[in-house]
C-alpha cells in the first residue's frame, strides 16, 4: 500500500472547509477531489483549494480515491456511506455515523463484507486536554472512577443558525447532535457503556427563529429538547449526562469525573483543548501542567483568542492505521457504540425502561505526545 492515501470529500458545506484546512497538517493523507449534489458548492471548493471538482458518481469511480469523507447532512450519513462502501472505497463520516442502529449495523455488515474500513467523527477525544485527562486516569491520580456528570445545555438553534429546521426534527436535538461529543470521550475515559436510562422532553411544541433571514418564522419541535440520561459503564462507573437546549443559563462543567482518590474536571468534549482540573483526596486543586501534546497547541484564531483546532485527526489517524495495519482510535465499532448508546437514551425517554447497550467496543488506545507528533507533516 502506498505511504498516501487519496482523499476525497462528498459533500462541501460549511463544515468542509475545516477538513480541506487541517488535513494538509497530517502524513499519509492528501486531499485529490470533491462533489456535492449542488455542483457549483464543489466547484467553488475546488478552485479554493487547488483541487478537482467531481460528480459523485465519477468521484466514486475515481482510481486515485482510497477514502471517502462523507459530509452530508444526518440523514444522508448512512444512504451515502452505503454508495461509497458499494463503490469499493473505504469511509470516513461526520458525525453521527448513522441515526439507527439497524442501519449502523447494516453498515457494519456491509463494510466486514467488502473488507472496507469504516472511520467516524467526532475526534475532538484526541486533543491535548482529553489526552491529559486520560494520562491522568491511567496512572491511577483519581483512582477508580466511580461516577461523574456530564452537562451540554443551551437554549438551542435557532437563535443563531440560518436554517435549524432540521435540529428539531426526528435525527436531530441536542443527544445525537451534540451527544457524540459526550459520548466519544467518556468511552475514551471511561470505557463502553453497559446500560442507559433518561427522562427526556420538549419545553414547547415549536420555535421562533431569531437569526437571519428567517427571524419570526415558527418552526415545529418534534423530537425530545430536554434529555437527562444515566449512564452505566461496563467498569462499573454510573455518570450522568444532559444534554438540552431548553436552558437560558447554567453553571454547571462540561465534565466532571469523581474516582475513589480524587476528582477530575474535564474541559469541552467538543474542542481539543482547554484546562484540566485534579482535586486530590485532601481537597487541594491544581491545574494539570501542559505537556506540550501537539493537539493542544493553539492554532486557530477565535472570537475568545486562540484555540486548539485539528479536526480531521481521526481521519489522518485511520488513513495512517490502513497503511501501518493497526487499529485506528475514530473507529466503526466505536462510532456505533455512539449510536447504540444515543438511540437507547431516546428509546427509554419513550419507555420508561433500562436500556441494554447491544454493541460493544474497547477504549481506543492513548494519543501520545509523541505517537501525535509523529502524525504530523515536519
Given amino acids: 500500500m502506498s505511504d498516501t492515501l487519496g482523499v476525497g470529500i462528498i459533500g ?17 493523507v492528501q486531499v485529490r477531489a470533491c462533489a456535492d449534489l449542488k455542483r457549483g458548492a464543489a466547484q467553488v471548493r475546488a478552485d479554493e483549494f487547488g483541487i478537482r471538482a467531481d460528480t459523485v458518481h465519477d468521484l466514486l469511480e475515481a482510481d486515485d480515491i482510497d477514502i471517502i469523507v462523507n459530509l452530508t447532512v444526518p440523514d444522508a450519513h448512512w444512504p451515502v456511506s452505503r454508495e461509497i462502501l458499494s463503490a469499493g472505497k473505504h469511509v470516513y463520516s461526520e458525525k453521527p455515523l448513522a441515526l439507527s442502529l439497524e442501519d449502523g449495523l447494516a453498515m457494519q455488515a456491509l ?7 469504516v472511520g467516524t467523527a467526532p475526534d475532538t477525544f484526541l486533543g491535548g486536554a482529553h489526552q491529559r485527562a486520560r494520562k491522568a486516569i491511567d496512572e491511577g491520580k483519581i483512582g477508580q472512577i466511580t461516577s461523574g456528570t456530564c452537562h451540554v445545555m443551551s437554549h438551542g438553534m435557532e437563535q443563531w443558525h440560518p436554517n435549524p429546521d432540521f435540529f428539531f426534527l426526528p435525527g ?49 419541535v418534534k423530537t425530545p429538547t430536554n434529555i437527562h440520561a444515566l449512564l452505566e459503564f461496563v467498569s462499573g462507573a454510573t455518570i450522568t449526562l444532559s444534554a438540552s437546549w431548553d436552558v437560558w443559563a447554567h453553571r454547571h462543567d462540561h465534565m466532571e469525573l469523581y474516582g475513589t482518590e480524587g476528582s477530575l474536571y474535564v474541559p469541552d468534549p467538543n474542542f481539543f483543548g482547554g484546562d484540566v482540573t485534579l482535586t486530590d483526596s485532601k481537597g487541594n486543586a491544581s491545574v494539570l501542567p501542559d505537556d506540550g ?29 490502513l497503511i501501518a495495519g493497526r487499529d485506528y482510535r475514530c473507529s466503526l465499532d466505536r462510532g456505533l457504540h455512539a449510536v447504540d448508546v444515543m438511540t437507547s437514551i431516546l428509546k427509554s425517554g419513550e419507555t420508561g425502561s433500562f436500556i441494554d447497550i447491544q454493541t460493544p467496543c474497547e477504549r481506543p488506545a492513548a494519543l501520545t505526545k509523541a505517537e501525535a507528533e509523529a502524525m504530523l507533516r515536519a
Fill in 12 to 28: 462541501c458545506g460549511n463544515i468542509s472547509t475545516t477538513y480541506f484546512e487541517f488535513l494538509p497538517l497530517f502524513k499519509g
Fill in 111 to 117: 463494510a466486514r463484507e467488502k473488507n472496507l474500513k
Fill in 172 to 220: 436531530g436535538g441536542p443527544i445525537l447532535d451534540l451527544g457524540p461529543y459526550y459520548i466519544a470521550n467518556l468511552v475514551n475515559l471511561v470505557g463502553p457503556v453497559k446500560r442507559v436510562a433518561a427522562l427526556t422532553s420538549m419545553a414547547t411544541p415549536t420555535r421562533t427563529i431569531s437569526s437571519e433571514p428567517r427571524a419570526g418564522e415558527e418552526i415545529p
Fill in 293 to 321: 501534546h501537539p493537539f493542544g497547541i493553539p492554532n486557530q484564531d477565535h472570537a475568545h483568542g486562540k484555540m486548539a483546532n485539528y479536526r480531521a485527526a481521526g481521519l489522518a489517524d485511520m488513513a495512517q492505521a
